[in-house]
């Protein structure tokens, strides 16, 4: 078996801004300077692949009755929709910061894959211009993620050329990526470059497989095969108090976030005792498909320490586990109840 | 718009290139002329009117030809080209549209569908009729229809611009420097948006090839501001000094000052803000905006005499001005002129109604007078809390207004008010805890006080 390189080595350029400093942020939106960014090969800098607006182009082709080439000035011209959405990356810990609610705009991905006469039952391939290597001792290759074709015509799924506003920056994909809504990540390949439509159980290209590309981003387990991850999970994180705060003896107005992948988030409940006893807490903001929602609880604090602990459940029952599958050998979907201790004088 | 690009040239071209006519009866018939004759006749005559002018005149021309041979896509194209020249768009692009029919590969046509398009205020259709003409193979396009063509884009993309419409503006000018063509005008506009939409680097790249691409003085310094402020927002902060400097030693501008002063004052440079605010101020006398800066940075600065001398000059000249009051109100409190300082905030309240935390800052400067109005601060806070009501430091100004007023009751209220916003600050809980005191509380006083204690043990 050909050794992976580590996840470290992968997961490069993250923002170091704490937990605390992006979820106390009154807006739900998150400031564009502080959504966080994964590159996957260490030797790529977005700011000097020179990627231009004038020089940049995207082609669509493979099972297509239209193959086509885009330019920036293609998509300009087409209707831009405009998409909330929040982003994780598929490796985000418990309580980490590679989490973003952002407001994408781009071109309906259905819209593209229409025009070029791709059906919807197809799977399709997305190849980023972010090129290295994966594997130790294999060749270079192009970062490429295969999606279903239902995702793919789905409304919500763009090809991006704006966050927040302002086109996108060179570390957010500048200047088009696409955007999953619901899906961790690692779908939403950045520069885009290449488009291929496979036809449905047409086998994927062999450089594809060579390259390492599959084995990423999967379930590992001693007794199953590898499953790629792809919706991202229901989860909560406590935005404040912070682990280790000292407050003295008030109402203290404990909140946070919440998400899901499909669906909504339904409820979000708090213990105060390290998870013996459970209160609902307050949704701030109305629950919407592939927004994170804000919560409150007012917890009249008393002298001593006390673990919190959030939980969330979603619309389609799942809720947050306890504690991380012990099966799992894999460093992903890692969305488990964390318990935060802090000390009421 | 209502300039079309190179039409009567195309026209020209038409009349010359020598038709084909079918024939058809539509006039009263002429039984002395073949059908032939007949079209040959209104063909010419067509030909004629246009060259002298008499569009009128050819489009009726054109229209009884056609009624000799009613699948000529010519013969419609040149109606449409009459009618464009008549300015009857609606009438020239429905010949346009037959012609296009009838020739769908001609690229004149499409081209001057998209003019008249773009004539009429069409835009949407006029840029998809130039998408259309760029799918024809480049070979059937002669130079000179690929100039329009890129002229005719520029055209359009000022019109959107015009009307706000930044992306299709910006598509426009892409599709322009894709052709090859360096004009530094072009690259400018193009920087321009490439800046404002967020593609800062490209916005620097366009905007320095522009600046090496000309040898106008004016331009260069507009190339150079704009590569300034694009490097600017990528806080590639000693390139947009350079490229700020370079523009205002070629022609000094508002905005290249305004943005290098806001360098210098954001990275605590005092002195070279003042000295880039003062030398501006020196070129550019009627800012107001470079004055409010030079005397904004001299308040930070610390030299509040030459501030207040900056500004009140300001507020004289450009009483309209909000910062302009603001900052005088902030240079004559550092100078203890707390009457002028209140003066200045109640023009700035006058000026600006809503400007932010107005009534707070209003309220600093009474209390600071001697003697202090209380009664005007608690009206200036009331309405504070009025507009910010989430805001804690209005009421804990509230609770020691009221506290130094001797009502105590109120300033308890107040204070736990800002507790309950979630403020956190001993200060806000010792000022409690002396209010109960004076009102008998003895034991909820004790609390304050151990609160105290325990927020000042962790640093609040």
Known sequence: MIPLLSRRSLLTGATASLAGELLSQQTDLTATDQIFARNHFTDFDPAKAELTLASWSLRIEGRVTHPMTLSFSDLLETHLAKQESLLECAGNGESGTAVAMCRWEGVQLGNLLERAGAKPDSNILFEGYDRGTLLANSVPTNYTRIIPGKKCFAPESLVAIRLNGRFLPDRNGFPARVIFPGRYGMDSVKWLRRIIVLAPGEAVPASYIESGMPRLYSRLTKKQPPVPVSSILVKSVIGYPSTDTKMVPSVVPVSGYAWTGDGSVKEVRLSVDGGRNWDRARLSTSPKPFNWVRWTYNWSASSGKHILMSRAEDSAGKAQPMSRDPERLDAYELNAVVPVTCTVL | MHRLV????????????????????????????????????????????????????????????????????????????????????????????????????????????????????????????????????????????????????????????????????????????????????????????????????????????????????????????????????????????????????????????????????????????????????????????????????????????????????????????????????QAETLLGNYPKAIAALQQLARAAPGYPMVDSMLAQAVLKADPPNYEEAIQHLSRAAQATPSDSDVFFMLGRTYFSMGRYAESADNLREAIQLGSNSSLVYYQLGRALEKLGREAEAKQQFETVRLLKSIGQ
């Open chain 2, 6 to 329: 190179g039409m009567q040239r195309a026209c020209a071209l038409l009349l010359f290139a020598g038709l084909a006519w079918g024939a058809i009866s539509c006039p009263p018939s002429d039984t002395s002329q073949t059908p032939a004759q007949q079209f040959a006749k209104y063909a010419s005559q067509a030909q004629q009117a246009f060259q002298a002018n008499d569009y009128a005149k050819a489009a009726a021309s054109f229209r009884n030809a056609l009624c000799f041979a009613p699948e000529n896509g010519s013969l419609y194209y040149g109606l449409g080209l009459a009618e464009a020249a008549a300015s009857h768009f609606d009438r020239a692009r429905d010949a346009l549209i037959h012609a296009r029919r009838l020739s769908p590969g001609e690229p004149r046509v499409l081209l001057s569908l998209a003019q008249v398009n773009a004539s009429a205020g069409n835009f949407d259709e006029s840029i998809a009729n130039l998408a259309q003409l760029d799918q024809l193979a480049p070979e059937h396009q002669q130079r000179e229809q690929r100039q329009t063509a890129i002229e005719l884009r520029a055209q359009l993309g000022q019109a959107l611009l015009a009307q706000n419409r930044f992306d299709l503006a910006l598509a426009q000018f892409l599709r322009i420097k894709q052709t090859g063509m360096s004009d530094p005008a072009i690259l400018l506009t193009l920087a321009t948006l490439e800046n404002n939409l967020g593609a800062y680097a490209d916005a620097e790249r366009d905007a320095n090839a522009a600046f090496a691409g000309t040898a106008n003085r004016e331009q260069r310094s507009t190339a150079a501001v704009i590569a300034g402020l694009a490097y600017k927002n990528e806080k590639k902060n000693d390139d947009a000094v350079r490229s700020l400097r370079a523009s205002i030693d070629l022609a000094a501008s508002e905005i290249a000052c305004l943005a290098l002063t806001e360098i210098f004052e954001t990275s605590a440079e005092a002195a070279k803000a003042i000295e880039v605010s003062q030398s501006c101020s020196a070129v550019i006398p009627q800012s107001a905006a470079i004055a409010i800066a030079l005397g904004r940075n001299l308040v930070n600065a610390g030299r509040h005499e030459q501030a207040a001398t900056v500004l009140q000059n300001v507020t004289h000249n450009a009483p309209d001005q909000p910062e302009g009051w603001r900052w005088l109100a």
